[in-house]
């Protein structure tokens, strides 16, 4: 494991993917991307760290200008739609960003125009006429996702233009072309589109990503196989009408390919949030530690695409130190599919459950690798109530609970403070926090169930109820352990973390964003004589039947 921690860096940009703005967030967007980037910057901002989260909605691209066709909307007001829905949805989970913007914004559409003037002026930039789809029956050019076909790399059938996703590579040239409206062959026509040198750059992305050492080494490894079978030159121009128009007098009516405008959404949208705040955003970028979080469907675009566009405007925006790459979410272990009907909308799940159920269960899957994870009800069912209720809940209401009960709510003074129990809550932090530096967000969480796990059997054996004349220090010392846990929390279950400082009576809502990391250690941190809030239980158990209604609800895939 790498031990990033020792970064001089004092500010940091964590990207997330963009969605699309076409349709509602679900389950399998938030495990790979989405919720491990906001765990991760919650723990930066703990450590002290300007840690900024940047966001948008994709807008651009036929599939969304077809749907607002069909909600007879104008595709701006379909996306600024999504745009919105999206946030929410976000939001309802805890996931919040410093700034969630949109591909189609002023901001974005006028850097990407500044960036391909750039690649222009420096040769990375020619113009060739190709042959496109047209579907003579609909009317209309066939880009990408619109044609359907046979890989011509792995044989896959069914596989979009414009990516295959068996072998998770961008065919040159789909074989046995199909609209994929109508399915009927598609005829070929003529037009002028501009190309993106990607070939060019073998040798510097190979040099980038050997000499990149915080990047996963198994992505890297077959990110350099690509490479050394040779990259195809990139097409990045559409005959579309919705989309950021190329700057040229003689491509009216053409528009850049959606890959080549989204990732600068991540560029432009953080110059916008540091120039409102009164700042230099190029300063900003290139001072900081970049972080882009992606699933594993889109290793070519941020592995190779996104470092040789940077590259080829003389990195004037720094790459990536991290591209934290996770696999996919599957639901009770088959693919979800928002076609097949098997997904579960985020809005739908955090109004049945606490939001933090749910952040609890992914974190606690969650590897840092490709590997696909699982959502499953009964895991879930047992993870929330054994785990996340029994054990760290259990310590915290009991804590709390006995020492309003016993002591009126008034923390008591200690006699003597067992320099074990400040040993083990030091290593905790510790271990933990260097975790989650190293994005291990499911090994962080064990550590400190693990720690939860300890003070429960402290708490046990020191037996408060029948050892009076050390219940006391048993109290105190447990009063200060929740509060410890509250800050060690914060970044996986942020909802119930409040809960906690309301009843430790140490204020609220903000409280635990002015906390820091390091001072999770302090075991006196609550003084003699603190009067806790109003104690209650944190969490409510799931019931066995609650998970079976849902299964019912779910179905079978169609
Ligand atoms: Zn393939
Ligand atoms: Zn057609």
């Given at each position: 494991m790498s031990e990033n921690?020792?970064?001089?860096?004092?500010?940091?940009?964590?990207?997330?993917?963009?969605?699309?703005?076409?349709?509602?967030?679900?389950?399998?967007?938030?495990?790979?991307?989405?919720?491990?980037?906001?765990?991760?910057?919650?723990?930066?901002?703990?450590?002290?760290?300007?840690?900024?989260?940047?966001?948008?909605?994709?807008?651009?691209?036929?599939?969304?200008?077809?749907?607002?066709?069909?909600?007879?909307?104008s595709p701006k007001d379909y996306v600024e739609y999504w745009n919105r829905r999206d946030k929410e949805d976000f939001e309802s989970l805890g996931i919040l960003f410093d700034f969630f913007h949109n591909t189609s914004s002023k901001e974005n559409v006028d850097f990407v125009q500044y960036v391909f003037k750039q690649l222009r002026e420096n040769g990375h930039i020619y113009d060739q006429n190709v042959i496109q789809f047209y579907c003579t029956y609909d009317n209309k050019f066939l880009p990408d996702r619109y044609v359907i076909g046979r890989c011509?790399?792995?044989?896959?059938?069914?596989?979009?233009?414009?990516?295959?996703?068996?072998?998770?590579?961008?065919?040159?040239?789909?074989?046995?072309?199909?609209?994929?409206?109508?399915?009927?062959?598609?005829?070929?026509?003529?037009?002028?589109?501009?190309?993106?040198?990607?070939?060019?750059?073998?040798?510097?992305?190979?040099?980038?990503?050997?000499?990149?050492?915080?990047?996963?080494?198994?992505?890297?490894?077959?990110?350099?196989?690509?490479?050394?079978?040779?990259?195809?030159?990139?097409?990045?121009?559409?005959?579309?009408?919705?989309?950021?128009?190329?700057?040229?007098?003689?491509?009216?009516?053409?528009?850049?390919?959606?890959?080549?405008?989204?990732?600068?959404?991540?560029?432009s949208s953080l110059i916008k949030l540091v120039k409102d705040r009164g700042g230099d955003g190029k300063r900003f970028w290139n001072e900081s530690e970049i972080y882009h979080f992606i699933g594993k469907d889109i290793i070519y675009h941020h592995y190779l695409f996104l470092p040789a566009i940077r590259l080829g405007i003389n990195s004037e925006y720094k790459l990536p130190e991290y591209i934290p790459t996770r696999g996919h979410l599957m639901l009770q272990n088959q693919k979800i599919s928002k076609s097949r009907?098997?997904?579960?909308?985020?809005?739908?799940?955090?109004?049945?459950?606490?939001?933090?159920?749910?952040?609890?269960?992914?974190?606690?899957?969650?590897?840092?690798?490709?590997?696909?994870?699982?959502?499953?009800?009964?895991?879930?069912?047992?993870?929330?109530?054994?785990?996340?209720?029994?054990?760290?809940?259990?310590?915290?209401?009991?804590?709390?609970?006995?020492?309003?009960?016993?002591f009126q709510g008034i923390v008591p003074r200690p006699s003597s403070i067992d320099d074990t129990i400040e040993k083990e809550l030091a290593a905790t932090v510790d271990e933990t926090g260097r975790l989650l530096s190293s994005n291990e967000i499911d090994k962080s969480l064990k550590r400190i169930l693990k720690y939860s796990d300890y003070m429960n059997h402290y708490f046990q054996t020191n037996s408060p109820w029948a050892n009076k004349d050390t219940s006391n220090t048993t109290l105190y010392i447990s009063v200060n352990a929740v509060r410890s846990l509250a800050i060690l929390l914060e970044p996986f279950i942020p909802f119930s973390c409040e809960k906690i400082w309301v009843q430790l009576k140490l204020g609220s809502g903000s409280t635990v964003h002015q906390q820091v990391w390091e001072s999770a250690k302090d075991i006196i941190a609550v003084p003699a004589g603190h009067e806790l809030g109003k104690v209650e239980p944190i969490f409510r158990k799931i019931e066995a039947k609650e998970i079976e209604q849902w299964k019912n609800k779910l179905g079978k895939p169609q």
């Open positions: 921690s020792s970064s001089s860096s004092e500010s940091a940009v964590i990207t997330s993917a963009l969605p699309y703005a076409n349709g509602e967030i679900h389950l399998g967007h938030i495990a790979s991307t989405y919720l491990p980037a906001d765990i991760f910057t919650r723990f930066l901002r703990l450590k002290g760290l300007k840690a900024y989260h940047i966001c948008a909605t994709d807008d651009f691209g036929t599939p969304i200008l077809i749907s607002a066709e069909k909600e007879k909307k011509p790399y792995c044989n896959a059938e069914n596989q979009y233009s414009d990516l295959c996703e068996k072998c998770g590579r961008v065919p040159d040239q789909i074989l046995e072309p199909k609209c994929a409206i109508c399915g009927r062959p598609p005829v070929k026509e003529e037009s002028k589109h501009y190309f993106f040198r990607l070939s060019s750059f073998e040798e510097k992305l190979r040099k980038w990503l050997l000499s990149n050492t915080h990047l996963q080494p198994d992505v890297k490894n077959y990110v350099i196989k690509w490479i050394n079978e040779g990259l195809q030159d990139w097409d990045i121009t559409r005959d579309l009408s919705w989309g950021v128009p190329i700057p040229l007098p003689e491509a009216e009516g053409k528009v850049f390919y959606g890959w080549f405008d989204n990732h600068l959404c991540y560029i009907r098997w997904y579960i909308g985020l809005k739908d799940f955090t109004s049945a459950f606490n939001p933090d159920y749910l952040r609890f269960y992914i974190a606690s899957v969650v590897t840092y690798s490709q590997d696909d994870l699982n959502f499953d009800f009964d895991a879930f069912y047992e993870r929330i109530n054994n785990e996340l209720i029994a054990n760290i809940g259990n310590f915290i209401n009991r804590a709390l609970s006995f020492t309003q009960k016993s």
